[in-house]
């Protein structure tokens, strides 16, 4: 979980039922904890699963959502991957 200014940005994980990670969603709250945004990342059978890929691949999704305008709105995308990366750095310390 890391914030952007109003907005809460939380990972979950859902698993099969031999308890195996299988997905991971993104959720963006905002101030009232109300979903905004919200979008997946699927691992495939085949593949290990890797939290690292799945929240970044989850998250990319998630902010498409939320900021679909590439040209007008990549500040607000930028701060949502620095304090993405941030929170990272701080989990690894």
């Known amino acids: ?3 952007v ?6 990972f979950r ?6 308890k195996r990670p299988i997905a991971t969603q993104c959720v963006v ?3 009232t904890n109300s979903v905004i945004a919200r979008d997946n990342a699927y691992c495939n059978p085949v593949d290990q ?3 690292e ?3 970044k691949l989850a998250l990319a999704r998630t902010l498409r959502t939320l900021f679909p305008r590439r040209d007008t ?3 607000y995308r930028k701060r949502f991957w620095n304090a ?5 750095a701080n989990h690894n310390q």
């Open 29 to 31: 709250l905002d101030k």
């Open 73 to 75: 709105e990549l500040e």
């Open 84 to 88: 993405y990366f941030k929170m990272r």
């Open 5 to 10: 200014d109003d907005y809460k940005v939380v």
């Open 53 to 55: 890929v799945g929240r």
């Open 49 to 51: 699963f890797n939290r």
């Open 13 to 18: 994980y859902t698993r099969d039922s031999n």
């Open 1 to 3: 979980m890391f914030k």
